[in-house]
């Protein structure tokens, strides 16, 4: 992978609702209107506004994804994508492809420069994280390639275990 990509691309520990970047991305579910897990957090810390937004909506189709504002947050904007629910079937990993694909493109539809992600699908919909991993790192690389909107992607994670997961797989691209 090329260095310029890689560069692009942070990898920390932590909680995302406390993270100062243009946009963080939401592991939402269909409806949009908070859940358990990252989800509740996001819209626990945005405020009732958040859930406001979300209802005019009307939901979002698993693969896809949606922006509204970041209220209370330190982002200004969250980027809803709602993540598939682990099967172990093919269209799985295409459909969590597509929710990191659309969301670096809504941002950069919107002029967002940097944008963090969870661990999409890996907490109650059952992702197991090494293969989530690499399907978040490989389609944000490849979104990077050609476009130089974005000029930083922070994947933030919760656990220390999901943490080293990502850095080290990002480290076998580094070393390629």
Do not use: W
């Not at 629910?85 to 659309?102: A, F, H, I, R, T």
């Not at 989530?132 to 944000?140: L, N, Y």
């Amino acid at each position: 992978m090329e260095k310029k990509v890689i560069d692009r691309i942070e990898i920390r520990q932590g909680d995302i609702t406390r993270l100062d970047s243009d946009a963080i991305v939401n592991a939402a579910n269909n409806s949009l209107l908070g859940g358990g897990g990252v989800d509740g957090a996001i819209h626990k810390a945005a405020g009732p506004e958040l859930l406001e937004e979300c209802k005019t909506r009307g939901g979002c189709p698993t693969g896809e994804a949606a922006i509204t504002m970041g209220y209370n947050l330190p982002a200004q904007y969250v980027i809803h994508t709602v993540g598939p629910v682990y099967k172990g079937k093919p269209e799985d990993s295409k459909q969590l492809s597509l929710c990191y694909l659309n969301s670096l493109q809504i941002a950069a539809d919107h002029g967002i420069s940097s944008i963090a992600f969870p661990a999409v699908s890996c907490g109650a919909y059952g992702y197991p994280i090494d293969e989530a991993c690499k399907i978040a790192i490989d389609s944000t690389c490849d979104f990077l390639k050609n476009n130089q909107l974005i000029k930083k992607v922070i994947f933030v994670l919760f656990s220390e275990k999901a943490c080293d997961v990502y850095k080290d797989y990002l480290a076998t691209l580094t070393a390629s």
